[in-house]
């Protein structure tokens, strides 16, 4: 039976948020201040899941997606929604996420930093070939959607993509870059990823002698801030990324390969953490409770954590907030048009007060 439905909000994940008669619907591909027709596909006691049959009054946000694929893949989510008004949802969503989340009741938000490019910026894209056929996953699905050229790759990679077509290849994923790279975890947007090395470098405290650069992978961060140290290690599983960190190591430069969560502990009890800076930038799962449980052991002077998962960090937060002070949380668009976002976070050693 067909819905009316007005979407008030976005929520992290995408999808646009209405409600009728006591219930959540959760509608995907529209825009606060949208008015829709919808088609229910899943209807639970307290929330349902809807698609979009007709836009009756669209918002002044809304746009039309470039791409002849949006809607079908499951790629990008943000399309047809203006490009400025993106990063304003994703700034709601992260502090939405922290405070619900992590139970944090004042975050001091700074303002989104946006892409200097809203297409054309990714390095790098993860495709599937399947039976021939070389694609993305579609949305919701993982039946398959032939792709010739996604808008949001730099055009060097859809190059390489339009190279690739035309080989044949055994079915699995393929990283297709552009240059050198894919083979470890590696920044997916250049442009975003120098603001956010100049939003650690502007955070950085002065008088710390070590640095240790958790999930260091290559070395993107530690290498920036050699001389600002006495010494600086990283830690990393990846034995390939520490291999290429290590080739154009300083004198005061280490790399060790293994787990953070049995390293760090180790590295921390061997220096003096009043003295200590700790990046942190773990996958999507966010930090392992004995990371967490380290950091809260040991109590290194300053953290500075880098998210792509704001669910995770607001439960990392959760952890961290009675012994670390959250000085500022800035979110940073390095994924436009999807429905991903990074943020970054400045945190200190609380003060202990004297009884």
Do not use: W
């Amino acid at each position: 039976m067909p819905l009316s439905l007005t979407i008030h909000d976005v929520a992290f994940g995408g999808k646009g948020v209405a409600r009728h008669e006591g219930k959540v619907y959760f509608v995907p591909f529209t825009v606060p201040g949208d008015e829709v027709m919808v088609h229910v596909t899943r209807d639970k006691k307290k929330f349902a899941e809807a698609f979009v049959t007709e836009v009756i009054s669209p918002a002044p946000e809304r746009t039309a997606p470039p791409c002849p694929y949006f809607g079908r893949c499951g790629g990008c989510a943000y399309q047809h929604i203006e490009y400025s008004h993106q990063v304003t949802l994703k700034h709601r969503q992260v502090e939405q996420t922290l405070k619900r989340v992590g139970r944090l009741e004042n975050v001091p938000m700074c303002d989104a930093i946006p892409s200097p490019q809203p297409y054309e910026y990714r390095n790098r894209i993860r495709v599937h070939v399947l039976n021939g056929v070389t694609g993305f996953f579609a949305h919701e699905s993982h039946n398959m959607v032939e792709i010739k050229e996604c808008r949001i790759a730099g055009k060097a990679v859809n190059e390489s993509l339009a190279r690739f077509r035309k080989r044949s290849v055994p079915d699995g994923d393929y990283v297709i870059s552009a240059g050198d790279r894919g083979r470890f975890f590696e920044q997916t947007n250049d442009g975003v990823a120098e603001a956010l090395l100049a939003l650690v470098g502007s955070s950085m405290p002065e008088g710390r002698s070590l640095l240790i650069d958790a999930y260091c992978g290559a070395g993107f961060f530690a290498k920036q801030f050699t001389k600002r140290f006495t010494q600086v290690i990283g830690i990393e599983q990846n034995e390939l990324a520490v291999g290429h960190a290590r080739k154009a190591s300083a004198s005061n430069e280490r790399y060790l390969a293994g787990d953070v969560a049995v390293m760090l502990g180790e590295v921390l009890a061997a220096n003096d953490p009043a003295s200590t800076v700790v990046i942190l930038d773990p996958p999507a799962a966010g930090l392992e409770p004995r990371v967490t449980d380290i950091l809260l052991a040991t109590s290194p002077a300053d953290i500075l954590y880098i998210s792509c998962n704001p669910a995770t960090l607001a439960r990392d937060l959760s952890l961290l907030k009675g012994r670390y002070e959250i000085e500022s949380v800035t979110p940073l668009d390095m994924f436009p048009q999807t429905a991903e976002i990074e943020v970054f976070v400045k945190m200190k050693l609380r003060e202990v007060v004297a009884a």
